[in-house]
């Protein structure tokens, strides 16, 4: 099963590709790149060869530049950011190359971050690896790191070319994890469409199993609604501010403990 969002924003318009063997279109798309051109920003999990060998996820990265980084908030700084930089100036990415972010929400938050900002703008691709930023941060073009112990004081607002989003890697998480992403599309189910909500309500132990074809339309659902609450509102100024429903209070809490997961 194969699904093509045509994603239309104010800024920008670029396709989502939702699959279980969306690695191969992500392998066509790069075919029109200099492999020298490109970098690839991946979560330091994949440094394990046989970490999702279905995929055959390690021979794509084998031929690009790669710059591997730990995922987790305390990463998602300034200096992380420098560090990525510096390493794409240092393979010399010209200006129309390509950065790629593997991992995921807090990958994709810094990897664009460093996209918007390096040479004032390099192309952008997305490949999530988790659930939440599967249906939720992989859409809709923010960017940002924490600084001064606040959630995303710096960032920006960037789109990508393309993202492409896999499946199969929902296999590698553990069900917290899951559970965690699963609460982003039942938060939009909640706020805008009683079908969306009441298809998750039905379908509850298909999703829980990872039921390929339930999966594949609970991402198809949010993507959509991701799309329909933020295209016409980038940067928050009136439709986009539902989405933030729960997050005031949960990064307030993040803010008080200076965003010390270990406290909360």
Known sequence: MLSQINAKFADARFPVIISETSLKQFALFLSNYNSKNVVMVVDEIFKRKKFHPETNFTKILD???IFFIKAGVKNKNFNCVIKICDY???KNITKDGLIVSIGGGVI???VGFCASIYKRGIKLVHIPTT???FVDSCIGGKTGINHLNQVN???SYYQPEAVFIDTRFL???NERDFKSGLVESIKKAIISDQDFFNFIYNNSKGILKLNSEKIHELVFKSINSK???SASDIKENYLR???NYGHTFGQSLESYYKINQNKI
């Open 153 to 155: 004081l710096l960032g």
């Open 131 to 133: 659930m939440t930023s």
């Open 108 to 110: 994709g938050d810094i």
């Open 88 to 90: 794409i100036n240092s």
């Open 171 to 173: 296999k590698t998480l």
């Open 227 to 229: 799309i329909y609450f």
């Open 241 to 243: 501010l539902f989405l």
């Open 63 to 65: 031929r690009y530049n």
